[in-house]
Each structure stands twice: as structure tokens, then as C-alpha cells.
């Protein structure tokens, strides 16, 4: 049993593998939190006394209760505003005389097993015989008919608790929530670092670490999607905890919109997180007998340092996030027209690119932006998806001969735009997100529809739907190149203007739901110039994201690296491109960046048309790789060999197979030093009693983990991959 409750104490535990969570309901029916993290045993010592005395007057108290039960001095699993809790909040709901103040009592509680998938929302999923169960708590504010309804998905096997508030209009008037987090956390002590992956286009989700400090400590996008800047997702790390041991909370967020992830170090001494729907800009207007759904927050704890918890997330989320076993599926290793030819194709030349691709094992063409309207640069036709003829001819007729290869054909859109110089521009004018009367914001000659109205859905999926029935498409590469400016819908009452960002986004999860209805099979690929909306609310849909636009592979190590803090490696979209690099200009070995490629899903994002013999040898040997390896990356244990938040001359990492009888480790060096000494590489996550053949020896498990294998790479760039196999 995952969710206990324990009556006479009026305390519920919930168990997994690796973690306990308990809270308790007190005397005056507020929900106090008592532990999360490392396994109890037993429910003796989880109440102690009074969790915590406030001491004075600036720390008020309900009428009727005592001092000691401040809300501002408890650890809370949901709070309130403006009745004493001075912290960052859970909720916060205008009612109809205007009153802001927001104060929910426990009512109820059920248990039951499994989980709900959330409507219209990415959310996670368990299957009729995983050890899932859910517990739900309804709390009501104390002067209205107003619930909320927390709930806590308990995922044993992969130690994370799924988290969402639902909040009902129970009374007769219409209410305005202004704020609604997804979760709250109370940690009692502030001894923590706080990580988080930031950056810019083409430099995503870098890791930093920092020591928290009084006050709020946040990231957060108000770009209308999660954003190159900060990826919606936390890891709070004991000052003592590294890699590999020591105490590490993960909280990531399953959405793709305007987020808030904050950490509050409070005057007593506590760290308070909230991670949700970021409140600036967002009221949502509940009418009454209407409800409203946070999305989900994956919250996970290891004591194994930064790699449990990853090794954690990466479980869940490949098991009960990402759709119809796609994490561990091999994807077709496919080529990507973008760099290989950008906008400057004919199908002559696609063709060319698809006959070279075949012959050297490789399985699907992707078709990149230009091949619709009359889109020979990126100032025109987005919203035109209909095939530019002139360009590449019949499009049924060039997959079938791409077929007829025996390859597989993929194409990019990029839905959520529209291009001034387009027909769909002079037929909808009154479809682009913009405020009448103010001038609009570009990016890239381009502008945003508005996905808040169901008619942009609606067209948008049958004029995609006609692209995909027209032809064996296979796979959809779907793109966001820019930010939401502007933000209005011409279509919404003025009370209603601060939910259209979070309408976009239900309007972009809708169309995605659309298209998987329609074309089950699909794989879609997600992107926003590169990692721009790299999150667990995307993996929700797709299996995998374009991880960046840099395809650099010395700084995709820190990248990919980085992205698997919180997301598999068979999410990361990572290909072998041309150099000198497009982006970095930067010269690195062609198996190196076959090396690197290889820990994400693989596949090319250059004219192979123009590879040397060797090249193309290099290539065959990499299909190989990545054919032979694929189920070790993709559905093995992640072990991060060095610092990954810094970067290193030498880098390393690798992958254990869940049976432990295989590894692959990869080693990197990014910088060469002339007489650096001998280095090993010491292997984590090995059988010690097994023997494992590597590099022609035999040695146990114990003894590759202690003493290491000898690497031995001498200049710029160059890379190893080894392999380790159990005899
Ligand atoms: C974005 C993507 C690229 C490519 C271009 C096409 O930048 O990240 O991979 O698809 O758009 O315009």
C-alpha cells in the first residue's frame, strides 16, 4: 500500500521505493506537512510535539486558536493568502465583493488506485498493473462554497509523487483565481542549493548551482512558453550533496506556458516551494459549478546524490509520461534537411540527400521549414500549409520515391505562426494574438495566432491533417520560433484577457490530442529553435524535443548533459552535423560528434551528398553504434562521470543496462593538455561480482569501479566510447 492513513492520528504516508512523504491533518484541520524525503519506518516519531512555536505578535493567529498555530509558523501543504501565512502561497481567489483572502480547511480525503489523466492538460499515466495509487484531499475555504482538491499520485517503483490542486466554484457567484500553484513543499530546513538549468537560444539548460539564501530565490518565463532561459524544473541539493550521495529534492513541472518555480527561506528557518502556472498576468474566471486544473508537478527525492534523482525522473517519465512506450522505442535514425540545405531545395536534391541516406543505413528524411507557400526565406507563409509545388513537385509522388528507398519521410510546421506575407494572413487578419490598435511585436517576420480560439485549432488541424493524409508522413517535426507578445484575444471579455496565455497553451495541447487522435502512429518531434520548450508538459505529447539549435558537439556536451538533470536521454533531440560548425564555427572530429549525437536520439543534420569515403565509413559505423547501443541509452541508468556543472577539459558519462550485464561509457576531451597524466574513468552503477569484458580484459564489476579504465585521448575533441559487457 502506497497511501496510508493512519485514523486515530489523523496522518497519511505515502510510500515509495525510495522516499516517504507524510502530513498530517491538526486540530484545527490544516493540512501540516511532516516529511519528505528518505524512507520511515513505522509512523511512531513522525508528530513530534508542536512541529513549531511561533513568538510573536508579527506572526498572527486565527481567532480562537493559539499563538503556536500561526499559519506563518506551520509547514503547510497548502496555504492561503492574506490570513497570516506571509510566504509564497498555494491560492489565492477574488471573490465577488472583491475580498482577495483565500483560507481552505481539510474536509475530506479518498484513496484510490491508479490516476486520472488530467483533461486537456499533459499528465501523467499509470497502467492497470503499476503500483499506483492516489490520494485525494478536498479543503474549503472557511466563509465559501470554494475547494480545493489536492492531489498526490503515489508512482512506488520510480519514487516520485504526481501533484495538482483542482480548484470548484461551489458558490452562486462567479470567482477569480489569481494565483493556483500546482504544489507546495515545505522543507524544514533552508542548508540547500538550488539548481536550475538556464541559458539562451542555442546555449539551453545549463546547470547552476547556488546557495539559497533569505528571501525568494525563483525562475520563471512569461514568454508563453517554458523558454531557452530556465527549463520548469528545480533541484534543491544539501550544500553536502554531490553527484553521487546525499540528499537531492526534485520538483519538475508538467507545462509548457508561463511558469513560476519559487523557493522561499523564511524567517524561521524553512524552505517553502511552489511550482505552478505563473501567477503574473494569469486570473482565470470560474463560474459557478466550474473547475479549474493546475497542471502536475513530479516531485522525486534521492539520497543518491543529483543522479538518483535524475535516475528517478528519467524512470517515471519514460514509463508514466511519455505516450505508448515511445521512450524506450527505437525512433527511425533519420536525416534532417535544415542544415543540409536550409531553404535552398528542389525535390531533385531531396532525393539526392534520401538515396546517399539509404545507402549508408540511415531510415527517415526529414523535410525542414520551406517546403510550403512560397517559402524561400523566413519572411513568408507560415499558416500556408499547403505544399509549394513549384518546389518540390507532388509531395505524394517524392515520399512514395523516398519510400520506394526503403526510408521512411518526415515534415516540420510550425503551427502556432502566421507570416504577414501569407493567404491565411489576408483571409484571418483578426487570428493573430494582438491588442487592436497597438502595434505588434515581430520575431523573425513572423507573428503568433491565436490558439486561445477553437476556430485556429480547428483550421489548423484540418489543413495539417490534409498535409498528412496526402502522403506516408511519418513523423512531424513541430516548431515554436518565437515568444508571445501582445497577449489578447479579441475574442475574450475584458474580465477574461488574463487567461489567454494559459488558453494558448490548452489550445496547443489540444491540437496535439487532435493529431494523435487522427494519426496514432505519429511521432512528433518538439522544438522552439531548438530546446525553447524543452519540459515534461511537451513530453506529455511528444517523445522527443530538438534540444538546441547549437549542434556544436563540444557544447552540446553541457547541453545534453544538462537536459538530463530531469529529462531521458531518449527525449533529447541530438544529430551529427557539418563543420566548421553553423553555430560556433568550432572544427570537431566526424566521430566525436557521432560519439555525442549518440546520447540523445540520433540521426544526421547535414548533405550527406558531400561526405568523403571516410565520412561515409564513419557514418556506417555509427548507424551500427546506434543500432547496437540504442537500448542501453535509451532504457538503461544514467550515470554522470564528471562535474557537469562546470566546463571541463575531460568529460565523461554512462549508461547501465537495468540487468546491469551491459554498459557504455562515454569520455570526452574537450580541451587537450600536454603531459596530464594518466587518467581512468571510474564506472558507477556496475554488478560488483560480475565480470565484464572491456576492451579485450576481463574485470569484475568491483574492480572497474575502483580502479577504472585507463582513456587515453590526446587531442582536441577526440572521444572514446566503450563497451562493457558481463560475460
Ligand atoms: C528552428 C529549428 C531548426 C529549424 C528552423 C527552421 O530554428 O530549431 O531546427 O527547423 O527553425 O526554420
Known sequence: MSVQFIENKNLFILSCAKLSYAFYVDANRRLVHLHFGGKVFGEEGLIQQEIRKSHSSFSPWAAGEKPEDSVDALQLEFSGFNTGDFRVNSAAVQTCNGSRITDALYVSHRIYKGKKRLAGLPSAFAGDHDSVETLEITMRDTACELEFILSYSVFEECSTIVRSVKAVNGTASPLVLERLMSAQLDLPHTGFDFVQLSGSWTRERHPERTSLRSGIQAIRSVRGASGHQNSPAVALMAHDATEYSGDVYGAVLAYSGNFLIEVECEQYGTARLCAGINPENFSWRLAPGESFETPEVYLTYSGEGLGGMSRNLHDFMRRHLIRDGWAYRKRPLLVNSWEAAYFDFDSAKLLGIAESAARLGIEMLVLDDGWFGVRNDDTTSLGDWFVNTEKIGDLGELVRKINALGMKFGLWF????????????????EWVLHEPGRRRSIGREQMLLDMSRPEVVQYLFETISNILHSANIEYLKWDMNRNLTEVYSDVLPPERQG???????????????????????????????GGGRFDAGMLGYVPQIWCSDDTDAMERILIQLGTSYFYPVSAIGAHVSVCPNHITGRITPFATRGDIALSGTFGYELDLTKLSEEEQALVRKQVADYHKYHHIIAGGDLYRLSDSFKVNAFDAWMYVSRDRREALITAVCRFCRPNDGVRFVRPRGLDPEMIYEVDGMQISGATLMSVGIQVRLNSDGASRIYYLKAL
Open 499 to 529: 487567461e489567454v496565455s494559459h488558453r494558448y497553451m490548452l489550445g496547443v495541447y489540444r491540437l496535439h490530442e487532435m493529431l494523435l487522435k487522427e494519426f496514432p502512429g505519429l511521432l512528433i518531434e518538439g522544438c522552439s529553435g
Open 414 to 429: 510550425e503551427p502556432e505562426m502566421i507570416s504577414e506575407k501569407s493567404e491565411l494572413y489576408r483571409k484571418h487578419p
